[in-house]
């Protein structure tokens, strides 16, 4: 109970980080642009009034510089009608108007503070070359700008003289204007306390929407991790389906996959379990009840006691057999298994199996054929190898009719050597030889009980070819015999090992 409590809250807990996250995410990809495009609006706002406010300071500027050559002020600066626009000037746009001439010198401050000093800046040398300048202080807010007062008349004089402008000193002085900025200030926070507002509202309905969503895009992953959960709990064992995104249906079919290997595995297990404790119940069931006959009869005749004892042997090899067969199975499945891997001749080794094989093919009058095509080396454990080739052909031999014939091809290519085991025996149902590499699997069980076949003699040959990065095939009808094609690489693939 506890652990399913400790599941449980595990589950919550990772589908609460989940829906945490997807919240963030949402919530930042939804705010994000809000700020930006509220800290775009307002600086686009900021350029554009300053731009408006320095093109109107200078639109006056000019004509107010005008009137100053006109009127002759630079040298003499006691026009009243000069001073009185200059007084405006400076009322309207609540700053400060400075003239100053070619010296430096200046002659002319609305505040009455600085006349008589001498001024030099960049802006104001820039100026005397007829440059216009303007500069924006964000700190202070106020705004400078420079306009050069031209001479007009002497510069279209000295163009109809054909004389270089250049040349010519047309910039008489410079009218340096400061304004403030306190307008654009109030209104630019007018418009960011109004900003403000409408991105908490955005961020509010952001927030909701969140909300929402990362609880809708979460719910599909709840279902399917509740559903696994009830899978590996015991509870289900149906495949699931969760169809609501792709991404959730690409993970039910992965799983769905997965589970589907598990129950064939777990059948198949079920099944050698099962297998192996009939294959291993038998014999010992036939010498329970030999050994329960002799026990029940006195004075048991001495043939009689011979015969069973010879047929308790048989049962005991026939375990033995089994056994055997079961550990040479279990050696090779293990993947971890020490490849003793060596160059040898195929050649060499299918002579030895056959000069071994023959008797046993002898007593049914069967013939066992050996043709070498060429000459073959590989890299390969002889031990593993010489089993899998040593229970295709005892096979080849055992399901053979008498009077037949068991042919072994030995070849080869650049990459790979090719075996071919074929005989003209009782062959392989087409039905049946999907399953005929399965352990414990048996065309014909009677028959094979018959001649001492258990159903591990292909599992074990298939296994060892593989542990050699080889593939094993066959060709059978039933009735005409069968046919098995084995492909070893020459070359033994030791990176591949253990994989």
């Known amino acids: 109970m506890k652990t399913k409590i400790a599941q449980r809250l595990s589950r919550l807990h990772i589908l609460r980080s989940l829906r945490m996250r997807i919240f963030i995410i949402i919530l930042l990809v939804g705010i994000i642009p809000t700020v930006l495009l509220r800290t775009t609006i307002l600086r686009s706002y900021t350029n554009r009034s300053v731009l408006a406010r320095i093109n109107d300071i200078q639109n006056q500027c000019k004509i107010v510089a005008n009137h100053l050559i006109t009127y002759n002020y630079l040298t003499d600066n006691s026009s009243e009608i000069i001073n009185a626009e200059l007084g405006m000037?400076?009322?309207?746009?609540?700053?400060?108007?400075?003239?100053?001439?070619q010296s430096?010198?200046?002659i002319?401050?609305?505040?009455?503070?600085?006349?008589g000093k001498t001024m030099i800046s960049e802006e104001v040398m820039r100026t005397l070359k007829g440059e216009s300048t303007s500069h924006y202080d964000e700190e202070n807010y106020y705004i400078e700008v420079t306009t050069p007062i031209v001479d007009t008349v002497l510069r279209q004089n000295s163009e109809l003289y054909d004389e270089n402008p250049e040349d010519i000193q047309a910039v008489k002085g410079v009218m340096l204007t400061s304004v403030s900025a306190d307008n654009i200030r109030t209104n630019l926070e007018i418009l960011s306390s109004r900003a403000m507002v409408l991105q908490f509202l955005t961020g509010v309905l952001l927030l909701a929407i969140a909300w929402v969503l990362s609880d809708l895009l979460v719910r599909p992953f709840d279902?399917?991790?509740?559903?696994?959960?009830?899978?590996k709990d015991g509870y289900q064992t149906e495949q699931i389906s969760v169809p609501d995104y792709i991404e959730t249906e690409h993970i039910i079919a992965a799983f769905n996959n997965l589970l589907g290997r598990m129950k064939a595995v777990d059948e198949s297990r079920q099944e050698f379990v099962s297998n192996v404790s009939h294959e291993l119940k038998t014999p010992i069931t036939s010498m329970k009840v030999?050994?329960?006959s002799l026990l029940q009869q006195e004075d048991v005749p001495v043939e009689l006691y011979k015969e069973f004892m010879v047929d308790i042997a048989d049962e005991i090899d026939r375990e033995n057999k089994i056994i055997t067969d079961l550990l040479s199975l279990v050696r090779l499945d293990k993947r971890a298994a020490d490849m003793n891997i060596e160059s040898i001749s195929l050649n060499e080794l299918l002579e030895r199996l056959m000069r071994r094989l023959r008797p046993i093919a002898k007593q049914r009058n069967i013939d066992v054929l050996f043709e070498s095509v060429r000459e073959v080396r590989l890299e390969a454990d002889e031990v593993k190898l010489t089993l899998a080739l040593s229970n295709l052909i005892e096979n080849a031999i055992k399901y053979n009719v008498d009077s037949g014939y068991v042919k072994v091809?030995?070849?080869?290519?650049?990459?790979?050597?090719?075996?071919?085991?074929?005989?003209n025996g009782?062959?392989?149902?087409?039905?049946?030889?999907?399953?005929?590499?399965e352990r414990f699997y048996r065309v014909d069980k009677s028959h094979s009980k018959e001649i001492g076949g258990n159903g591990l003699g292909l599992a074990i040959a298939r296994s060892a070819i593989l542990m050699h990065r080889g593939s094993i095939q066959l060709e059978s009808r039933e009735?005409?015999?069968t046919r098995f094609f084995v492909k070893i690489p020459l070359i033994y693939l030791r990176s591949q090992e253990g994989k």
């Open 409 to 423: 091809i030995c070849d080869a290519d650049h990459q790979f050597a090719n075996i071919t085991v074929e005989d």
């Open 104 to 106: 430096c010198n200046i």
């Open 108 to 115: 002319k401050d609305t505040y009455g503070i600085s006349e």
């Open 479 to 481: 009735g005409e015999g």
């Open 223 to 231: 279902k399917v991790t509740t559903a696994i959960s009830e899978i």
């Open 426 to 437: 009782i062959g392989i149902p087409q039905a049946a030889q999907e399953h005929i590499f």
């Open 89 to 101: 000037l400076s009322d309207i746009y609540d700053g400060r108007v400075i003239i100053i001439d």
């Open 290 to 292: 030999l050994a329960d």
